[in-house]
């Protein structure tokens, strides 16, 4: 697939998009980025819920960019896109002439029609090649991870990105039926890899599995551990950002990082007074971690997982942190 065909098939329903307009109504007027543009929805209704508010989208399938857009031609003053992957997200924004920022979203994971489309190789449940790129360009593939990594590499990928009970039986036999050839065969391996009474509940059997090796092949976790510390660096005072994820991984890199920032990185003691001169950044907006209304879930079950996070940029040198 290429992006002259992609504004026809990229489909994708936003994640919580009320939520996310509320907790950014209020901040100074200025750039949005939105750091996962997907199909464009968070970004539309941003620009139409604020008319002082600009949005910057980048992400890593050029799909995407091209179907948002092409969505958004209406609001072409006021947006503008580029493929790229988190980590390059601070050149982007320079590039661009942006200061601060008045609020950002990192919708994380894999889109719906990156997982609809069978030739993407994200489905376990239509055959197509062991792909998995969100960015075509990139050269590792899940064929490379699948048919080429040790099978003691294998199971530590399962085990720790898609929290499988069965890692290591399923890195076994993907390593003894190499080459494996789509990702029909390679549903059928994990499946035949896990005992017959734990297939019965939990969704599809592979669903982790393929999970975990999406995540390797993207380097998902490690771009967003390096990446959204510098995110909230970027925000303007009394700016927000909204993280939306998807994977336990996901949301404790989230966690602990609004956790840093809140507390400026304070090694000290609990319950003792602040001696190491941290200086705090963000407030966390929610201890407890937002989660769709049902009424979505029902509208979408891809949402169900979602859990929201949101923090706020401190004052220049506040040390306000409650």
């Not at 899940?142 to 590499?153: C, T």
């Not at 609004?258 to 003792?272: N, V």
Request: aromatic share 6%; hydrophobic share 35%.
């Amino acid at each position: 697939m290429n992006s002259q065909t992609a504004p026809f098939h990229y489909k994708h329903i936003s994640v919580m998009t009320e939520e996310i307009c509320n907790a950014l109504a209020n901040v100074p007027p200025g750039v949005i980025l939105d750091a996962t543009v997907g199909g464009g929805g968070h970004t539309e209704a941003i620009l139409e819920s604020r008319e002082d508010l600009t949005v910057i989208g980048i992400d890593r399938d050029q799909n995407a960019i091209a179907a948002t857009t092409a969505r958004l031609t209406k609001h072409k003053e006021r947006c503008s896109f580029r493929q790229s992957d988190f980590l390059e997200f601070e050149d982007v924004l320079n590039d661009l002439g942006v200061e601060a920022l008045s609020g950002f979203i990192f919708d994380l994971g894999v889109s719906s029609t990156q997982l609809d489309l069978a030739e993407r190789g994200f489905s376990y449940q239509q055959p197509g090649p062991l792909d998995m790129r969100m960015n075509e360009n990139q050269s590792l593939t899940a064929d490379q991870v699948i048919n080429e990594y040790p099978e003691s590499e294998l199971f530590q990928i399962l085990k720790n990105y898609g929290d499988e009970r069965f890692a290591r039986k399923i890195a076994t036999s993907i390593r003894k039926n190499r080459p494996i050839a789509d990702t029909v065969h390679l549903a059928e391996i994990v499946k035949s890899a896990i005992p017959a009474r734990a297939r019965r509940t939990g969704g599809h059997p592979a669903k982790r599995s393929f999970q975990a090796i999406r995540i390797e092949v993207n380097n998902e976790l490690e771009q967003l551990s390096k990446t959204l510390g510098a995110a909230i660096s970027w925000l303007a005072p009394d700016g927000r950002g909204a993280v939306l994820s998807y994977h336990s991984g996901e949301d404790q890199i989230v966690k602990q990082t609004f956790r840093d920032s809140e507390s400026g990185g304070c090694t000290c003691p609990q319950k003792l007074p602040c001696v190491c001169l941290a200086k705090p950044t963000g407030k966390i907006l929610n201890k407890k971690v937002i989660t769709p209304e049902e009424t979505e879930i029902v509208a979408n079950r891809r949402s169900s997982s979602a859990r929201l996070r949101l923090i706020q940029r401190l004052p220049t040198n506040s040390d306000d942190s409650q």
